[in-house]
């Protein structure tokens, strides 16, 4: 058997690929070791640039059809049990009435892993490109110059077979076969905690206690913050999870039973459905692959769930690499392309794992702080002592609750694919995030008539945006794009709010929606443009993180 790109994982970062490949017009296989049921999942907020991407896709009204309850209110609150006090909570709207931020035709989404999985498994077979075979793990693979021959196994009759393949990437997990394989180490903190999740069914919990409803619960007893409950689908599903410390601790049912119950503060009946220990890491792999076989999602990248980076960071690695392999394969990407894809994506990595492990820090605060046993007591100043607990502990969670620079503000700086116009770089915030054209920034959103974003322009191409009436060398970057077979459109836009924020009479923007070049004029070479954003010009990566500064940025 033949596939152009052979990717070993079916979780939502395989999954994406295979379905953004076919968005591509680019033919796939993805091979998945078990039957694809998803019995724990591991994340349960889809960000709002996955949301964009979705968009892109025309998958969006899938996610808000996937199950979860999307009247069910988002808030978090921070509790001593579901019976006892609480000490304080941040409120959000129901994903049904949550308004997008103004930066974005988008907004997150709760459509936790079991929900998403489905849905991104029929986005990957709607353009037919792709084959999905379940039951199947990877046996072996021996890499050559000119593809890679990959050895296959059916899990139930032990049954192997070969296939060539062009490309092979590994969205294999965090025991990632491939990257084992490759010999890829990781740089950063093996075990931040052990934890257990439980998943347990339980009609109407909400009537067993009088606290409002809310998405996610943290209790902090005595000890500090040990344990979270998560709505799973807004009904009567949830999540509990345990946090444990760098001790392996194995619990059996009894002793989860009896920690549940202590989180809701009294006996009530409930239905486990399935325990996972599993244990928090900081880790990202000191490369992403080699020519022909590469590594995404959690294969290279370990995260904190604290914040929601880890998958969403992955889908930014699939939509990376995707269009990088279709160009390679398609015959207009450089033979400097592919390599890009670490360049750009392991920094982001980076970025967004730290980030997750100080969202982690701080919830745990209250272990190091030691909260006073005053909190638990009763009377007017054990109130006033919860007051000021409370109001700290909301101040300092507001971080992880407010990171739209994370999911928005990512920039790829010093790519080798991407042309600097001298401008300084932006603040690198949190949770703040202002919209910028600077090259290697995400394209700017705006609307350009009502129902249409500037994001609807991007995708399967590159497009030169056109402000104002020049039209000099717009022909010429147009001819010098389509002697080399690279998809490239051109955008005339007569609006002002979007011209004012592209700051820039023209704008270069990739197939993934990230600006590439920006001038008030065009260059004169417009072959060199052309060959530099598409990878055919040899150029030397700027500041890219090496591993040991990945551990201490980390």
């Known amino acids: 058997m033949q596939t152009p790109v052979l990717i070993v994982g079916a979780g939502p970062i395989g999954l994406a690929l295979a379905g953004d490949l076919g968005y591509r017009g680019v033919p796939c296989m993805l091979i998945e070791r078990s039957d694809g049921q998803v019995i724990q999942p591991k994340m349960d907020m889809v960000g709002v640039r996955t949301m964009e991407y979705c968009r892109r896709w025309g998958i969006v009204p899938w996610v808000h059809e996937a199950g979860y309850n999307r009247d069910y209110p988002q808030d978090c609150a921070w509790v001593t049990s579901l019976t006892g006090y609480e000490f304080g909570r941040e409120a959000f709207a129901s994903p049904k009435d949550e308004k ?41 693979f021996t890499e050559t110059e000119h593809g890679v021959t990959v050895r296959l196994r059916d899990v139930l009759s032990g049954e192997e077979r070969t296939v060539d393949a062009q490309y092979l990437v590994g969205s294999d997990g965090g025991a990632s076969a ?39 619960y943290i209790f ?19 999540r509990f999870s345990l946090v444990g410390d760098a001790t392996r601790q194995t619990h059996d049912e009894a002793y989860m039973r ?79 392309l592919l390599g890009t894809y670490e360049t750009e994506q392991r920094p982001v990595a980076i970025r967004n794992v730290a980030e997750a492990t100080g969202n982690l820090k701080r919830m745990l605060s209250p272990r190091v702080m030691s909260p006073s046993a005053a909190i638990f007591d009763e009377g007017p100043e054990a109130d006033a002592a919860r007051i000021e607990f409370g109001n700290a502990y909301t101040e300092l969670m507001k971080r992880e609750w407010f990171s739209i620079g994370i999911h928005l503000g990512y920039m790829y700086e010093g790519s080798p694919i991407i ?54 060398g717009v022909d010429t970057l147009a001819d010098a794009a389509r002697a080399v077979g690279m998809p490239f459109e051109i955008a005339h836009i007569d609006h002002a709010e979007a011209r004012a924020l592209y700051e820039r009479a023209f704008v270069l923007v990739r197939p993934d929606g990230q600006v590439a070049w920006r001038g008030d004029a065009l260059p004169e070479d417009a072959r060199a443009l052309i060959d530099t954003v598409r990878g055919a010009v040899a150029r030397e990566a700027a500041g890219e993180p090496s591993g040991q500064e990945a551990q201490s940025e980390a």
Request: hydrophobic residues 40%; charged residues 20%; proline residues 6%.
């Open 178 to 216: 491939v990257r084992q394989a490759l010999g890829i180490a990781m740089t950063g903190e093996a075990t931040l905690t052990y934890t257990t999740n439980v998943v347990f069914r339980c009609k109407d919990l909400e009537a067993l206690h009088d606290k409002k409803r809310a998405y996610r």
């Open 220 to 238: 902090i007893g005595p000890e500090g913050t040990w344990a979270t409950l998560v709505a799973i689908n807004g009904r009567d599903q949830w």
């Open 100 to 140: 997008c931020p103004p930066q974005s035709p988008q907004k997150r989404e709760r459509c936790p892993q079991n929900f998403f999985d489905p849905v991104l498994r029929r986005f990957a077979e709607r353009s037919s490109l792709a084959t999905i075979v379940y039951h199947t793990e990877l046996a072996g």
């Open 258 to 336: 009896r920690a549940i119950v202590r989180a809701v503060g009294r006996e009530f009946d409930f239905e486990i459905l399935s325990m996972l220990p599993w244990v928090r890491r900081q880790l990202v792999a000191d490369r992403y692959g080699t020519k022909r076989v590469f590594i995404a999602g959690d294969a290279a990248h370990l995260t904190s769930p604290t914040g929601g980076f880890g998958m969403n960071t992955g889908i930014q690695d699939a939509v990376n690499l995707s269009w990088k392999l279709a160009a390679v394969l398609q015959g207009w990407g450089g033979e400097h």
């Open 419 to 472: 042309v600097p116009d001298g401008t300084p770089q932006p603040p690198d915030e949190v949770s703040s995030y202002v919209q910028t054209a600077r090259p290697g920034s995400r394209a700017p959103h705006v609307w350009l008539e009502e129902g249409r974003s500037t994001l609807d322009l991007f995708g399967q191409s590159f497009v030169l945006m056109c402000f104002g009436e020049d039209r000099a």
